[in-house]
């Protein structure tokens, strides 16, 4: 859904319809946003395994959509990188 979001709202900018691409960009990250929180409540469950794909989902659209230099995506980075180093 995100993706479709995001390449329907790049289609809207290269139109130049910017107010409806800026819509559907923001309603894209709002989806990320609730996927990345899902997946903190799984941890503070102690839910890893379903909370793990989770976090791994978020990283992968947020590298797809921002870039693999954005900051969102460095701070997902760190993130995951911290979760899968916590101790078992």
């Given at each position: 859904?995100?993706?479709i979001?995001?390449d329907?709202a790049?289609?809207?900018?290269?139109q130049?319809?910017?107010?409806e691409?800026?819509?559907?960009?923001?309603?894209?990250l709002g989806?990320?946003?609730t996927l990345?929180?899902?997946?903190?409540l799984l941890?503070?469950?102690g839910?890893?395994?379903?909370?793990?794909?989770?976090?791994?989902?978020?990283?992968?659209?947020?590298?797809?959509?921002?870039?693999p230099?954005?900051?969102?995506?460095?701070?997902c980075?760190v993130?995951?990188?911290?979760f899968l180093?916590r101790p078992r």
């Open positions: 859904m995100v993706y979001l995001s329907l790049g289609l809207l900018r290269d130049g319809r910017y107010e691409a800026e819509l559907l960009y923001r309603r894209a989806i990320v946003y990345n929180n899902l997946a903190g941890r503070t469950q839910r890893y395994e379903e909370a793990e794909p989770l976090y791994r989902r978020v990283l992968a659209i947020y590298e797809t959509t921002l870039g230099e954005h900051p969102q995506t460095g701070t980075r993130n995951l990188d911290a180093s």
